[in-house]
């Protein structure tokens, strides 16, 4: 959630939410509907959103961004400033770099109203510290945050080219330099913001034809079958002031020729809140993302049980594919993963529908006699995935393996959550207290899916059957995090 405290002058909000709106006005080819407004949405939490200020009507343009006012390497000086060619660093740095000019410049760039109205902190995962991380638990988000491999991109790639032009990047924090631990420090600070911006406000900018025509001239050898990591990012002024919660969405960015088109989706009625889509995503994901939750998302939530709670589960020593044949011949055929993912099951949805193949033939493989499985190997075939014989028994222990990392119980946190202020209660917590929160109900609904599977797996509720994996029972959870090598 956007709270009161990320923004840098809270004070001056509406002004500077009104600075935006004329400058945006006074840019050649914007349009905005009058039946729009932005709000200022800090007491719910949201910070700026985009309201109706009376009805709109299916298909009706909200908004039109022209593409030269895209916040985007393409669009700023800097490219012809720097000596090398700024986007071969990908979408991603790229763009970093082209923010960090644009910030740097203050009010001198093009961008500077825009800029100024852009949160200054984030809730998201990247700046939690390590205690208020820990509150995660075992949720795998913990281990995708990337915040390591981010700081190593951002020193290899960015810092050797904004030391080497300070006239570009001036340092701050009372800096001579980006040079040294103190250097590296501001600039790893400052870049993570831009990051995260990025992260949470940029758009993958499709190509104009004028813009594919000329990449076609520079290079028609230039092939690719990944189109989307060859998407620039850009940041599109006011189109990403429009929030999401889930399935309330009701506008979308159509990327035309020469400008990006907001249009409404379905009739919204005055007062309302126009809404983007941000995906179908976990409350985990989100909050790493975009850094806020809402109960919407929860259907989207998911488990990650990782191949060495399955392989500890079944009571092999290790998951190293190397000494672990069944591993190793489901790796030659490239159907092993490090971790699977679990949806939430919805509308009475069976296991079928929810278990990926490839962790039921992870578990079939593993529940097969030493026999049944040297005839597979002479077969070169992997089984069909099937959950008829062992293989529940063998998830079920896995699940209690992943639910024991959990430090406290569904039923606690049920009750934590429950003292906590609701969503739409005047007291807005912040904060750290809004981090537990958000960690709080990210770890419910994992909890949630993995009772909800266990039951699935074992309808009964007795463990009867379940003990034929028996030689798994000396599994360590001090080791919850082995990971295929
Ligand atoms: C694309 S921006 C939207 C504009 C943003 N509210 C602002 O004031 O700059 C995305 C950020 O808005 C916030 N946000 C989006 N949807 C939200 C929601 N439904 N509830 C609370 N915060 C939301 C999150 O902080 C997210 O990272």
Sequence with gaps: MSSVAHFPDSSSFQQQSDDFVAWLEANPGVRINPKIRLADLRASGAGRGVLARANIEEGEELFSIPRSLILAVQNSDLKSLLPQDVESLGPWLSLILVMLYEYLKGANSKWAPYLQILPASFDTLMFWSPSELHELQASAIVDKIGKQGADQSILESIAPIVRKNPSFFPPIDGLASYEGDAGASSLL????????????????????????????DADESYLTDDEEEQLSKGMVPLADLLNADADRNNARLYQEEGSLIMKSLKPIYESEEIFNDYGEIPRADLLRRYGYVTDNYAPFDVIEISLGDICQAAGLSNCDVESQPRLQFLEEHDVLDDGYVIPRPLNDASLEDILPAE????????????????????????????????????????????LAQYATSLSHDVQLLAGLPPPQSPVFLEGSNRRQKMALQVRIGEKEIIQAVMAMLNPSGTTGSLKRIANGDSYDTRDPKARRL
């Design 189 to 216: 600070k400052l870049a993570h913001k831009m990051g995260s911006l990025i992260m949470a406000y940029a758009f993958d900018i499709e190509k104009s034809e004028d813009d594919e025509e000329e990449a076609e």
């Design 359 to 402: 962790l039921v033939i992870l578990l079939t493989t593993l529940c097969q006699t030493p026999e049944g499985f040297e005839q597979r190997r002479s077969r070169n075939k992997p089984p069909k995935p099937s959950m008829d014989e062992d293989q529940p028994a063998l998830l079920y222990k896995a699940l209690q393996t992943k």
